[in-house]
């Protein structure tokens, strides 16, 4: 067993785990929060992406303990309050899904995308950055759409910008 | 997965006693590691991250000379502006490994260790005729990589950077496999005073290799057109679920004209 303390969603948590729990199931079943998927568990699909230290990755490829001491962002840590973060709003706008299951992963890859591309986003390169992330429901169409929305909305400085950078 | 032990380290020192316990194995960035020890394909009794080893981590360009810490990530590498005017190439590679997830955590030791016959870097590296330094020795490139998944590491040999010169000219370019983007074939060709060297991974059926005909007549004509009259043989080359010897064979010369174009 070991200790696993960390910052997630700005609230700091502390629980003792096995070793060989992996993040994502510390913040589903440990921590209670089940808007992060697992899809594959095979590193493939992109569904159990979350931030940590402000970088996406696939929570479901990482031990809780490895993150232990980091700050951990998951698709709940997003909206203020009933205010939905812009990228979430764009993914409504825009019908970026349809079951759902892939969208929390969708929206934290694109929220860390927009970020990583300050200069702003075309479709060539979402599609590209879409590379870990599979949604077996919408064709990709709409949430490429979305993203380049919202990149724009945040860029020129709709709310919720400050929150994503 | 089954039980593990997880130690972080604070130091190599610390890590290569903690790796010489029981059945320990190093964990980097774990994206090679970890779906190992969940589909059980590997049980290590213990893991030592070795991630948040500061002394392990960036990349350095001084003179001529390029230096990358073993536990630098992908992203870090691909996004070095110092590296992208020294030698594009590299950084070029490291922007197409596998997805942006995938590339914050995954690290270029962790990919020289473990010596995927599909891995990109270990391209690089035999082309760069680049030094792999460790923390007892240092070991060039042409006799680290001993075949598929093995290398010249010993037990406990921890890895702490690679280092290799600028070269004058150099390029990458790969057919990913397209569900997992591993390279089906990569080719990466460099031109430097000493010569070229082009080295093939993806289509070896013993891992990555040198491919002496493209060097040779490259050597004489730095061109696409020089690699046209190359006739790549299959001999050697995997056949598997993605593509026959032959089909690898044809993508050899396809991606070695590409990556000299690239070179320019
Ligand atoms: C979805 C997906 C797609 C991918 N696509 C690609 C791709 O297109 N191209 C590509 O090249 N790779 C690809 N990879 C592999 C990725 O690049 C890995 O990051 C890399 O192969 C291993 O690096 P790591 O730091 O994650 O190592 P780990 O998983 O932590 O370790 C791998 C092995 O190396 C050993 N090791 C780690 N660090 C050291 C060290 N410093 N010294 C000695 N031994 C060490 C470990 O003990 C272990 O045996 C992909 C992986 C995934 C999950
Ligand atoms: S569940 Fe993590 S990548 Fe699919
Ligand atoms: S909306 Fe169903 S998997 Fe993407």
């Known amino acids: 067993m070991s200790n696993v303390s960390l910052v997630l969603n700005g609230r700091s948590v502390s629980a003792e785990v096995e070793d060989r729990t992996l993040l994502v199931h510390f913040i589903r079943e440990n921590q209670g929060l089940t808007g992060t998927h697992v899809g594959c568990d095979t590193s493939q699909c992109g569904a159990c992406v979350v931030h940590v230290d402000g970088k996406a990755v696939k929570s479901c490829s990482m031990l809780a303990v490895q993150a232990s001491g980091s700050e951990v962002v998951t698709i709940e840590g997003l909206s203020d309050g009933a205010d939905l973060h812009p990228v979430q709003a764009a993914f409504r706008e825009h019908h970026g899904l349809q079951c759902g299951f892939c969208t929390p992963g969708m929206i934290m890859a694109a929220t860390d995308m927009i970020r990583r591309h300050p200069e702003g986003l075309d479709e060539k390169t979402v599609r590209a950055e879409l590379e870990g992330n599979i949604c077996r429901c919408t064709g990709y169409h709409n949430i490429v759409k979305a993203i380049l929305a919202a990149s724009e909305a945040m860029a020129k400085g709709g709310k919720g910008a400050a929150k994503a950078a | ?264």
């Not at chain 2, 980097?28 to 500061?54: F, N, Q, Y």
Request: no cysteine; net charge neutral; charged share 20%.
């Open chain 2, 1 to 264: 997965m089954y039980q593990v032990n997880y130690h972080r380290a604070s130091s190599v020192e610390e890590a290569a006693k903690l790796a010489s316990q029981g059945d320990a194995r190093l964990l980097s960035g774990g994206m090679t590691l970890i779906p190992a020890m969940k589909t059980r394909l590997a049980a290590p009794s213990d893991v030592v991250d070795i991630a948040r080893i500061e002394a392990l981590k960036g990349v350095k360009v001084s003179g001529n000379t390029v230096t990358i810490g073993a536990a630098t990530t992908h992203h870090d590498v691909a996004g070095n502006a110092e590296l992208k005017s020294a030698v594009p190439a590299v950084a070029d590679l490291a922007s197409h490994i596998g997805d942006p997830h995938v590339r914050h955590r995954g690290t270029i030791g962790g990919s020289v260790a473990n010596n995927d016959p599909a891995a990109d870097y270990p391209a690089a590296l035999l082309a760069l005729g680049a030094t792999v330094v460790t923390n007892r020795r240092e070991i060039s490139a042409d006799d680290f990589f001993m075949g598929l998944f093995e290398t010249a590491l010993e037990d406990g040999e921890i890895v702490t950077s690679i280092r290799f010169e600028k070269p004058e000219k150099a390029a990458y370019q790969k057919f990913p496999n397209p569900a997992s983007r591993y390279a089906m074939t990569g080719v990466f060709v460099a031109k430097s005073k000493d010569g070229v060297r082009v080295a093939v991974t993806g289509a070896g059926d013993n891992g990555v290799f040198r491919a002496s005909e493209i060097e040779a007549a490259l050597t004489k004509d730095f061109s696409a057109a020089a690699v046209e009259g190359v006739s790549v043989s299959a001999d050697g080359l995997m056949s598997d679920i993605h593509a026959s010897a032959e089909y690898r064979a044809n993508l050899v010369k396809v991606m070695a004209k590409r990556a000299v174009a690239k070179a320019g």
